[in-house]
């Protein structure tokens, strides 16, 4: 993988599959991505600092998947927040 490529973070919950891409390929400004079951719902950008993208359920819950970006545009952390349950996102071989 290029260092500044795309990395993708994957969740799975019930039977969705969450998907969060972190874009580094525009070097000052990277692109944070969320998809559910392979549909983009989301998108924001990040220079530094924290960012946030967002998503609804088929059953109508909302949820969000948080972001940090470093001083030379590196993932700090990736965290999806479901109400007041935290949920692992892994990162995608390949």
């Known amino acids: 993988m290029s260092l500044y490529g795309t990395r993708t973070y994957r969740a799975a919950f019930g039977e969705h599959e969450i998907d969060f891409e ?6 000052i400004v990277n692109r ?10 989301d998108q924001s950008a990040v220079h530094y ?7 609804q359920l088929d059953d109508g819950r909302g949820f969000k998947v948080s972001f940090g ?4 545009g590196q993932l ?11 949920i692992p996102m892994e990162p995608v071989d390949g």
């Not at 972190?22 to 070097?27: A, K, L, T």
């Not at 944070?32 to 719902?41: M, S, T, Y």
């Not at 700090?76 to 935290?86: S, Y």
């Open 22 to 27: 972190f874009d580094r390929s525009g070097v």
């Open 32 to 41: 944070g991505r969320l998809l559910i079951d392979g549909v983009k719902v």
């Open 49 to 55: 600092g924290e960012s946030a993208v967002h998503g």
């Open 69 to 72: 970006s470093g001083v030379v």
């Open 76 to 86: 700090k952390h990736v965290e999806l927040r479901l109400g007041d349950e935290t």
